[in-house]
Nanobody, 135 residues
């Protein structure tokens, strides 16, 4: 059964760091774009960062550029999100998602991150991990 499982969330003080992990199973990770998304209470889900399957191209939302770094290890079926200089506004449930790189629903990693295809345009979603940065 294909699934994504996030880990690494927690409570961190402003200015601190966390590393989120997304473990894939049941499918070949290297064939998929992977995205990190977050949803804060009362707010819509937003794309944080996405990474392509082959050339390792990356996309970041303006709100996290220079602070977050996405990476992947296809051999280990893992994707990571290193989050530095965390702010209270980063508080949210962070989820990873996967979409086949040849999918007609998603034309690019930017397209994936802006959720043009919507929630159901992704092939797989994890359940999320909570990141809390108190003010």
């Amino acid at each position: 059964q294909a699934q994504l499982v996030e880990s690494g969330g927690g409570l961190v003080q402003p200015g601190g760091s966390l590393r989120l992990s997304c473990a894939a199973s049941g499918f070949t990770l290297g064939d998929y774009y992977i995205g990190w998304f977050r949803q804060a209470p009362g707010r819509e889900r937003e794309g944080v960062s996405c990474i392509s399957s082959g050339d390792r191209g990356t996309y970041y939302a303006d709100s996290v550029k220079g602070r977050f770094t996405v990476s992947r290890d296809n051999a280990k079926n893992m994707v990571y999100l290193q989050m530095n200089s965390l702010k209270p506004e980063d508080t949210a449930v962070y989820s990873c998602a996967a979409v086949l790189s040849t999918s007609i629903r998603v034309s690019s990693i930017q397209n994936m991150c802006t959720l043009d295809a919507g929630y159901y345009g992704m092939d797989y979603w994890g359940k999320g991990t909570l990141v809390t940065v108190p003010s």
